[in-house]
Structure formats: C-alpha cells, structure tokens
C-alpha cells in the first residue's frame, strides 16, 4: 500500500464546489479522491520532462499549492490526504 502524506491546499470557491459537487454525485468518495483523479490527469497531460523526478519534493510557483499562508483570491481551504 502506498505511504500517505497530508497536504493542505486553498481552492478557489469556484473549485470548491466543483470538488463538493463531485463528491455530491457519488462518483468520488471523498474531495482527496477528486483531487487525486485531476493529478493523475495532469500527469498524464504533462509532458514527460516537466514532471518531478519520482521520490523528489517540488513546489511549483504559482501552483497553489503552499506549506504556510495563503493566496490572495482564495476563499476556501481543502485539508487533503493522498
């Protein structure tokens, strides 16, 4: 089984309710299944040499993803286990 790791992310209201309305329709679990599935998308979009070497640690500016504080413009606050 794959370790599992915490991660909080701020979303945008807009992507709130698009994770809640998944959720909502019973084809997700839980909003970290949602999130997983759009990664794994992302991932198999992006170009083989964008992707982080596997096992490495990477922040991406402008991704939204950050360790402390927030972005200007994002309402709402996501705790996600993957």
């Known amino acids: 089984m794959p370790s599992h790791f915490t ?7 807009q ?11 019973g084809r ?3 909003a970290s299944e949602v999130v997983r ?4 998308a992302l991932e198999r979009e992006l170009p ?6 596997a096992g490495r640690d990477n ?4 991704s939204g993803a950050t360790a402390t504080g927030s972005r200007p413009g994002h309402r709402s606050a996501a705790r996600i286990i993957t």
């Open 7 to 13: 991660l909080n992310v701020s979303l945008t209201a």
């Open 15 to 25: 992507l709130r309710d698009f994770v809640d309305t998944q959720v909502a329709s």
């Open 28 to 30: 997700f679990s839980t």
């Open 37 to 40: 599935a759009g990664l794994r």
């Open 48 to 53: 083989e040499a964008s992707r982080p070497a």
């Open 59 to 62: 922040a991406h500016p402008g």
